[in-house]
C-alpha cells in the first residue's frame, strides 16, 4: 500500500478508442507533466499498426477491459469511442465505477476540463441543443451589463489623460487619423464599427487580415500600444453604446464572416454533419477581452483560428461571473506584464511557417483592412 498523499499522485487514466479526439488527449496530457496524469494504455477493437496508439500501450480489444483495469490500475476510464457508441463495454464500464471506484468520463468533457477548450470535433447539433449550455442565463447577462457599462464608464473618466497622450504620440509617429474604425460582426450576426487606435502606417495596402502578414506595417507607436492592448481603450466606447461587454468573444471582421463559418464546418468525427458551431460565438456580445485572449496570441492562420474557436466555445458554455473575473484578472496582468497572453511562442505558428492547410481550406486571404 502507498503511503504517498493521493494529492502527490499521477492519476493513471485508460482511454477507451482510437480516435483523432484521444490522440489529442495524449498529446495534451504529455505537454502538461504539472498536471499529474499519465495514460496508462489505449483498448480498441481495431488494432493499431503497432502495439502502440499515441505512444501509449495498445492493449487489445474492447472485451479486454476488466483485464486491463486488474492489471493498470486506472483512477480514471476516458471514454473516446466517439462514433461507435454502441460499441461501449456499459457493463464493464458500471462494474468499474460500481465496485472499483474508477471514474468513468466522456473524452470530450475530460478534454474541456484539461485545456479549457470545447472540443469542436465532437459537438454535434444534438450535443448543443440538448446540452442547455450555449445560452446565457438572463442573470448573467444582466450583471455582465452592468458590470461592463460601470467599468467603461470609469474607464474612461480615468484614463482620460492617458487616451490624449496616446492621440499625440500617434499622430506625432506617422500622418493619419488617430482611430481606426473595422466593420466587425457583433451579438447574433448584427455588425457594428469596432474603434482602435491606429497601430499601422495609413495608406499601406494590407495582405490580409492576419497579425503577422502586417506587422512590418506597424508604427513604433503602435508596436508599443500593442504589446499593452492600449490599442483596445477606445472600444470602451463601442461598449456604452451598447455593441460590446467588457468579456466576451473578440469580434470578427465583417470581410472574414464566411470564410470563417465555412472552416467551423466538417469538423464532426461523430457524425460527418455540419456543425454550425461558429454560430454560436454570437449569441453573446463580444467582448473587449475574452477567454481565447488570455488564453492565446493573436490568430495567424485558419488553423490558429479554430484553436481560438475552441476557446471563445468553452467561454459560452461554461461562462458565469466567476469565470468573468478570471479573464478580467488575467488582462490586467497581461496589461502589466506588456506581452502577449496564452500560449508559449513555440505553439504560437506563424502563417508563413505553418503547416499544411488544416480542413483543406486556404490559409491566407486578401483584404485591405488593419489587423
Known amino acids: ?39 496508462v494504455g489505449v483498448l480498441d477493437d481495431r488494432a493499431p499498426a503497432t502495439d502502440h496508439f499515441g505512444g501509449r500501450p495498445f492493449l487489445g480489444p474492447l472485451c479486454r477491459l476488466d483485464a486491463a483495469i486488474e492489471q493498470r490500475r486506472p483512477q480514471r476510464i476516458v471514454v473516446a469511442l466517439t ?30 476540463h484539461l485545456t479549457g477548450q470545447v472540443a469542436v470535433e465532437s459537438l454535434t447539433p444534438m450535443a448543443i441543443v440538448c ?20 467599468t ?26 488617430v482611430l481606426f474604425t473595422h466593420k466587425r460582426v457583433g451579438a447574433c450576426g448584427r455588425p457594428f464599427a469596432l ?44 461598449i456604452l453604446r451598447g455593441e460590446m461587454n467588457l468579456v466576451g468573444p473578440r ?7 464566411a470564410l470563417f463559418t465555412l472552416v467551423a464546418r466538417n469538423l464532426s468525427d461523430l457524425t460527418g454533419m455540419e456543425v454550425g458551431c461558429y454560430r454560436l460565438r454570437g449569441v453573446v456580445r463580444p467582448g ?26 468553452y467561454y459560452v458554455k461554461h461562462m458565469s461571473l466567476w469565470l468573468d473575473l478570471r479573464i478580467i484578472l488575467k488582462t490586467v496582468a497581461v496589461l502589466f506584464r506588456g506581452s502577449g497572453a496564452g500560449q508559449p511562442a513555440t505553439t504560437r505558428i506563424e502563417a508563413e511557417a505553418a503547416p499544411a492547410r488544416p480542413f483543406g481550406f486556404p490559409q491566407k486571404i486578401s483584404r485591405t483592412t488593419e489587423a
Open 1 to 39: 500500500m502507498s503511503f504517498i498523499p493521493a494529492c502527490l499522485r499521477e492519476e493513471r487514466i485508460l482511454i477507451l478508442g482510437m480516435t483523432p479526439l484521444a490522440e489529442r488527449l495524449i498529446r495534451e496530457i504529455e505537454t502538461r507533466p504539472h498536471c499529474r496524469r499519465i495514460v
Open 251 to 257: 469580434p470578427h471582421p465583417v470581410s472574414n464572416l
Open 288 to 313: 473587449l477581452t475574452g477567454w481565447a485572449q488570455v488564453r492565446y496570441q493573436y490568430a495567424n492562420n485558419l488553423q490558429e483560428e479554430i484553436e481560438k474557436l475552441r476557446y471563445d466555445l
Open 152 to 177: 467603461a464608464l470609469v474607464a474612461l473618466a480615468v484614463v482620460s489623460p492617458l487616451l490624449a497622450l496616446i492621440a499625440a504620440a500617434i499622430k506625432l509617429d506617422s500622418p493619419g487619423p
Open 131 to 150: 446540452s442547455g449550455r450555449f445560452r446565457p442565463s438572463r442573470v448573467h447577462q444582466a450583471f455582465a451589463r452592468v458590470l461592463s457599462l460601470f
Open 195 to 238: 474603434l482602435k487606435f491606429r497601430t499601422m502606417r495609413d495608406g499601406c495596402a494590407r495582405r490580409s487580415e492576419w497579425e503577422a502578414d502586417n506587422r512590418d506595417h506597424v508604427t513604433r507607436v503602435g508596436r508599443w500600444l500593442r504589446a499593452f492592448r492600449l490599442d483596445e481603450l477606445p472600444q470602451f466606447v463601442n
Open 83 to 112: 462514433e461507435r457508441r454502441g460499441d461501449t463495454p456499459m457493463r464493464a464500464l458500471l462494474e468499474a465505477y460500481v465496485s472499483r471506484g474508477v471514474l468513468v468520463e466522456d473524452a470530450a468533457s475530460f478534454c474541456e
